[in-house]
């Protein structure tokens, strides 16, 4: 079978494509033939050894997120069976409950364990999850990071109601889900961008108010104005610490933050006084659970929500699809499809 690992070359030379024999499952185990996988922002810093300390997992099959189809199973498998359509949750190890380090060492696609950049996988069954019946692979590929983490930072790091206002950064993975599901709870949704051929996509989602970032750099004042100087009750912060400060200033007192991104880099100045003065809480917000992906997946099914692909690129392009990510152009997310 051939699968994508990541080696030590300069730019996307460092995903090479590679025969590799086809895995056979052990007691408790699943192999899943991957018909599509996503990508997130998470996997080009992983290939470009910008992830764990500047060190890349050499030799490992890159890539979080994936869907596809259960071709064998080992003894003792019970939880799924063969031909049903599944993904793997982002961290098969946290199942429920809180995060623990643990938990977040069985994270797919870096350090600690292969991702889904292959035809062929082998994962333990209790990393699966059933994909809902209306979407495709290549849209069910778009779940476990970027869709899991928007519904974390919503409804359960956060209690986003109808009549709750909501700002989103950018018109990428994490935000574009963020927009759909905020929509769907009936939510206020504010969201920013630099382009504004993005900014009308997203207003045809349903966003309530857009403002272009590259054209108004104080962008959190509009944000302010627009909530008669009041402030959002809720902001999905992927920006980091390039825009975390410019968040905190147009948040309502007492009103929260799910922090979850890192596109401006890592470490910054924060406005702490705004955080206690205002009486902001603030969740930090890593993907989350397979419980979260399943309550997630019960949203899809009932609501017929289907994920927002920009485009799709086949298994042989694997590295143009890392391209056109990292240049932004993006709206939503990026699939590669294995034929
Ligand atoms: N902790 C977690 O669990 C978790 C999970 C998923 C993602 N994340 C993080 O969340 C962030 C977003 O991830 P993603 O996969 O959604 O990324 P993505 O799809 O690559 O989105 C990138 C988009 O963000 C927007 N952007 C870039 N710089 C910005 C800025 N200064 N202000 C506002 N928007 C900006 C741009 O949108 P426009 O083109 O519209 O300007 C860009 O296209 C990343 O930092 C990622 O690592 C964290």
Sequence with gaps: MRAYIIEDQQGWDALRLVERPEPTP??????????????????????????????????????SDGAGEVVSVGPGVDRVKIGDRVAAAFMPGW??????????????????????????????????VRIPDHLSFEEAATLPCAGVTAWYALFEGANVQPGTSVLLLGTGGVSIFGLQLARLAGARTFITSSSDEKLARAKSLGADVTINYSKEPDWHKRVLAETDGRGVDHAVEVGGPGTLNKTLACVR????????????????????????HRNIKIQGTYVGSRSMFERLNTAIDQSGLRPVIDRVFDFADARKAYEFLESGKHFGKVVIAIK
Excluded: H
């Design 253 to 276: 007192f007492s009103g929260s933050i799910a922090l979850m991104g890192v596109l401006t880099g890592l470490n910054d100045r924060v406005d702490t006084a705004a955080i206690l």
């Design 26 to 63: 052990a007691i408790g185990q699943v192999i899943v033939r991957v018909r599509a996988v996503s990508l997130n922002y998470r996997d080009l810093i992983i290939a470009r050894g910008m992830y764990s300390g500047g060190t890349k997992p050499l030799g490992r099959i890159p890539v």
């Design 95 to 128: 199942i429920d409950g809180p995060l623990t380090a643990e938990k977040q060492m069985s994270s797919l696609g870096g350090d600690g364990a292969d991702g889904m950049l292959a035809e062929l996988v082998c994962l333990d069954q209790s990393a699966l």
